[in-house]
């Protein structure tokens, strides 16, 4: 062997060792990261014992004064009456309609590019956008869904809300300065095999809160079960409708 | 009005047993007393199954006299769950109402399940949805 040829024999094998073993770590990581479908029907999680309970999480965020006051507004002008937001077919709002949603199911549409949230109650979706389709939130007029991202880690899906509305309604209200952060992956199935569905949750809201609010939504699959459609605003139109056709003596014969 | 009192362990219309709350009702159910469940007997006057909420008049004949008493009731989404088909009845029919009566004591209440003139029954003990 020449002098000076083995160390720079070396230095090749030790590079080429290096690309190698970089390409196979991201291949085996990508592997055991393989991006989970979440895509399905979904109902509120019922642990064993509690078979039958439609309820969403107990815990509660802790508010400011400014808070307090404007959902106890809210609840003094509508106690007793019928126009609650959903009598007037109006969806739960984030995180109402991720946390509850009246306990009625869910269902999950999944691409590659974007996550569909059906909620059954009030036919609410959210779009949730992934890579490309991410647009600048600040674009976008406010919601009561707001405007949702989402990237992976792992196997876990991150998803972040802003551009939500101020909302005394809801059971976790908010101001327009609150944002979520969802992290969903799968949790331990339930002991008849049924996926479960985890949600760990976080809502800050600098204006509102005391401090972020943490929680954890869990949901187990449906199987063989049809999602529904929700029609809510037909009949308050329809009643509308027959008024006009009584007022002008007319047979209405749409029903 | 046919009222029929009983404790809500005796009153299994349908076998359900969901007694939680169904998170934020569509509006306040506070004028419902949902501890307290009564069955009563009438005739459908007008029915229509819809959402967020049912709503039903039944033409009642009790010790105060025969009237119609207007009910609401759970989503059309959640009686079809339990069973509501279309066409399982209309106007004119015999049902019976399970419900929740108003705290006041005045007609109405919230239906939270109905038993058709065939006997199918529809519904589940909750809050209102």
Redesign the interface.
């Known amino acids: 062997m020449k002098r000076g040829v083995f160390p720079i024999r070396s230095k090749t094998y030790v590079a080429v060792a290096f690309v190698c073993y970089v390409i196979m770590t991201s291949m085996i990581t990508e592997k055991v990261y393989a991006r989970p479908d979440f895509s399905g029907a979904w109902t509120v999680y019922r642990p064993a014992g509690g078979a039958?309970?439609?309820?969403?999480t107990a815990d509660q965020p802790s508010y400011k004064e400014v808070a307090v006051k404007a959902a106890s507004d809210f609840r003094t002008v509508?106690?007793?009456?019928?126009?609650?937001?959903?009598?007037s077919?109006v969806g739960?709002g984030m995180p109402?309609s991720m946390l509850?949603?009246?306990?009625?199911p869910m269902e999950i549409i999944q691409r590659e590019d974007q996550l569909f949230v059906i909620y059954?109650?009030?036919n609410e979706i959210r779009r949730i956008y992934l890579g490309d389709e991410i647009r600048d939130p600040a674009t976008f007029f406010p919601e009561r869904n707001g405007y949702s991202t989402a990237f992976w880690e792992g196997d876990h899906l991150i998803v972040e809300t802003s551009r939500l509305k101020t909302q005394v309604d809801?059971?976790y209200p908010h101001s327009a300065a609150a944002t979520i952060r969802e992290e969903y992956y799968y949790g331990e199935p339930t002991e008849d095999g049924l996926k479960v569905l985890v949600a760990e949750m976080v809502m800050t809201d600098p204006l509102w809160l005391n401090e972020p609010f943490e929680t954890t939504k869990r949901w187990q699959e449906m199987q063989d079960y049809h999602v529904?459609t929700?029609?809510?605003s037909?009949?308050k139109w329809l009643d509308e409708m027959s008024e006009l056709y009584e007022e002008a003596e007319l047979e209405m014969v749409q029903e | 009005m046919k009222f029929i009192m009983h404790p809500l362990l005796t009153l299994s219309l349908l076998g359900?047993?969901?007694?939680?709350?169904?998170?934020?009702?569509?509006?306040?159910a506070?004028?419902f007393d949902f501890m307290n469940t009564v069955l009563i007997e009438g005739k459908v006057a007008t029915v229509?199954f819809?959402?967020?909420?049912m709503?039903l008049v039944l033409e009642v004949a009790d010790s105060k006299g025969t009237r119609d008493i207007t009910f609401e009731g759970h989503?059309?989404?959640?009686m079809?769950?339990q069973g509501l088909l279309p066409d399982m009845f209309t106007v004119g029919d015999s049902v019976t109402i399970r419900i929740a009566p108003m705290r006041n004591g005045e007609d109405g209440g919230y239906v939270t399940a109905l038993r058709t003139p065939q006997g199918e029954e529809i519904g589940r003990v909750?809050a209102a949805?």
């Open positions: 039958g309970r439609f309820m969403g509508t106690e007793g009456t019928n126009h609650g937001a959903g009598n077919c739960y109402g509850g949603s009246g306990g009625y059954e109650a009030h809801s059971r529904l929700y029609e809510c037909e009949p | 359900a047993s969901v007694s939680a709350s169904t998170g934020y009702a569509h509006h306040s506070a004028q229509r819809a959402n967020p909420h709503h989503s059309r989404n959640n079809r769950r909750t949805d």
